[in-house]
């Protein structure tokens, strides 16, 4: 029996490097070996306010993403969240499964409220954790590959799994989560401290757009934040920046992080940018020749055959749920 895999991004801005490396390139790496599906998160979206055209727009160009991406509709199930109703209503449960506590410890969620206080939190910013634990075990998932940052998320799912399965019986399958060893966390290029991310407001000087413009992602690498060390050494507590562009080199070629170190050794900063720069927009023309290929119609017929795949599933998954609480 293939394990089921299952991973999904948010819909909130034009996906980065940090979302290719950290979860969409290991999901593709492994479709033909798992039964795979990937969603777009459109739900997890609206957390907090969208503009609802830009939503749809961007709901649109994430399909259109993952497919120039390399995720192939033949061996993996493509669909949106909003699709598939049976989501909400997991979420629903599974938010009722859940402590205070629990949601409060999140570290996504003590980073993205930090300076709003309690009264001005979006409660969609608190529970969000819990629509994606009903998103996980909605399709009895076996592996969720994603980066560092949603390591805790698939934890909670793991946890709220195990105490429904003791007190209603055996329902749920208990997921892995799969962080790849390199590249799982992106960091921004201008601030190595912070992670790399899509909704960023403000300056975007420290974050490559998978559909940038080529010239414009190699001059944000050439001018990415780095120290006066000038050793090309991983050393991601005093050279954080540095360390961040190798692991990116090492997670596009492949190549080993002693091996890169060995090659640049006793060679300046500039050169080692350069040969970053020339494999990220090596990866960022193949993607965006790929994404120039690609209709409308066959976004639409893909995740109306996608959505009607998942949602036999999901239906399954949440009857069964709804019985193990007496709601049948
Ligand atoms: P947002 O700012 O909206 O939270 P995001 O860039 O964090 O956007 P998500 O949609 O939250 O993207 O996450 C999609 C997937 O990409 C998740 O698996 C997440 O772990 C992964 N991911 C996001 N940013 C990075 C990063 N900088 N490095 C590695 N993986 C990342
Ligand atoms: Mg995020």
Redesign the pocket.
Known sequence: MKKVML????P??N??L??Y????KNFVDRQDKCKSYIFI?DL??ITSPKDPKLLKESVENCIAMYLACGVDPKKTIIFKQSDVLEHGTMGFIMTFQTKMGELSRMT?FKH?SQGLGKEGVDTGLFVYPTLMVGDILLYNTNIV??????QQHVELTRDLAERFNKRYGETFVMPDVYIAPI?????NLQNPLE??????SGDNRGTIFLMEDINVARKKIMSAVTDNLNCVRFDEENQPGISNLISILAKITGEEIASIERRFSGKGYGEFKREVADRVCELLSEIQTRYKGLSSEMLDAITTDGAKRARRVARQTLAKTCKALGLD
């Open positions: 991973t999904g991004v948010r909130s801005g996906l980065t940090g979302n490396l950290g979860a969409i998160a997890h979206a996504q993205k590959p994603v980066g560092k940052d949603q590249g799982n966390k992106i960091l992670k790399m991310n899509k909704s960023d």
